[in-house]
């Protein structure tokens, strides 16, 4: 017999299964095992048509969204090592690289840009003693084209430093002494993207900061709340949403090992970690600066397993769960692969199930005597 349907407004159902979850807001259904029902009985194998779904194999994946922050890894300060007056300055967005120049004073003499992650401390000269310095140095002036080839790249100067150093300091219109004065190299250890001036054109400069940057690599920030540590890992992949809609995949490059209290928004604090993810797709930020971003992390998920729409899910009175399926041989058609209406009075039976993941209006489901294919009935 046809199972009797009975309305159900907000009825919500959570089963656990594994680390899976479904719901269902309305069109439940409550039925006897043997198909028969109680409540109020509206016979719909009588009164028309009814609405079938197929069961078919999907994956399904369940998902938590987090609110990320677009934007750039890694903050740097740029000191004004040189003395003079400011006559120009690298302006806020341009990116940097090694040997360009970042600020000018007195009109003529620069301070560059060269990567290291040991600061200058002294003027670079011959006869020094030997340090990391040198070879942050010689470095630079290898991958800038001016070391000749036999050149050795190590802690120590010699002639084949003073050399390399007066072609770098002629093809910059700087007096070629071999001789680089502290101030004139700012080692950082990357290109940097500038954020800010930390002075005027016309200021005197000498020890403070001249400018603000960042690194030239795009990031998600996420202020992760500290009870839901678990959902990350460093290495998990995660997918971003950016504000036009378009989507990129990201790796988690880091998660902060001490916690920070913030304002939540509604007079109390909440703890959190700092995230960070890097982008497999940087350009498709485009020329956003800043940006909010979600960031789907996949919680669970079901390869290939037996599905149906969760609507067709019956509530058993005694308890658990069925799906009515529709007899072919009696109806003499097969299932169709969207819902569509079944000719009335078509034979139907109950099959006990055990929901699963629930995936944008489907459920995972076990069964025994359910194949692919085979249609259900949904409330139409």
């Known amino acids: 017999m046809r199972p009797v349907r009975i309305a159900a407004v907000g009825l919500v159902v959570a089963v656990a299964a594994g680390a899976g979850w479904w719901a269902a807001s309305s069109g439940a259904i409550a039925a006897n095992a043997d198909g028969t029902g109680s409540g109020d009985a509206t016979d719909d194998g009588a009164s028309g ?56 004073v007195d009109g003529s003499h620069d301070a560059s840009l060269m990567y290291g992650r040991r600061p200058a401390w002294r003027t670079l000269q011959s006869g020094i003693d ?14 800038l084209g001016y070391t000749r080839k036999g050149d050795e790249i190590d802690r120590h100067w010699d002639s084949d430093t003073t050399a390399a150093v007066k072609r770098w300091q002629r093809d910059h219109g700087q007096t070629a002494d071999g001789v680089v004065e502290l101030g004139e190299v700012v080692f950082l250890p990357e290109p940097i993207r500038v954020t800010e001036a930390g002075a005027a054109l016309g200021d005197r400069v000498g020890g403070g900061g001249v400018l603000s940057a960042t690194s030239n690599r795009r990031v998600v920030s996420v202020d992760l709340a500290a009870d839901e540590r678990d959902l990350l890992e460093v290495g998990s992949a995660v ?8 989507m990129v995949d990201g790796t988690v490059a880091s998660i902060g090992r001490v916690a920070e209290s913030q ?37 669970d998920s079901r390869e290939q397993v037996l599905t149906v729409p969760v609507g067709a899910l019956l509530a058993l009175i005694e308890g658990g769960y069925a799906v009515e399926v529709v007899d072919a041989e009696a109806s003499g058609t097969a299932a169709s692969p969207s819902a569509s209406p079944s000719t009335p009075g078509t034979s139907t039976h109950l099959v006990r199930v055990e929901p699963g993941l629930f995936d944008d209006g489907f459920v995972e489901i076990t069964a025994d005597g359910l194949e692919p294919g085979d249609s259900v009935v949904v409330p139409s």
């Open 239 to 246: 997918s971003i949403e950016l504000p036009d809609g378009t």
């Open 263 to 299: 304002a939540d928004g509604q007079g109390g604090t909440s703890t959190t970690l700092p995230v960070t993810i890097t982008l497999s797709d940087a350009d498709a930020a485009g020329d956003l600066d800043a940006a909010p971003v979600d960031v789907s992390v996949v919680t």
């Open 49 to 104: 048509a009814l609405e079938t779904a197929t069961v078919e194999r999907r994956t399904l994946t369940v998902s938590e969204s987090l609110d990320g922050t677009l934007g750039y890894a890694d903050d740097y300060k740029v000191p004004g090592g040189l003395n003079g007056t400011l006559t120009w300055i690298a302006p806020a967005g341009a990116v940097v690289t090694t040997g360009e120049p970042l600020y000018e």
């Open 130 to 143: 030997d340090g990391t310095d040198i070879r942050q140095l010689e470095e630079n002036l290898l991958l």
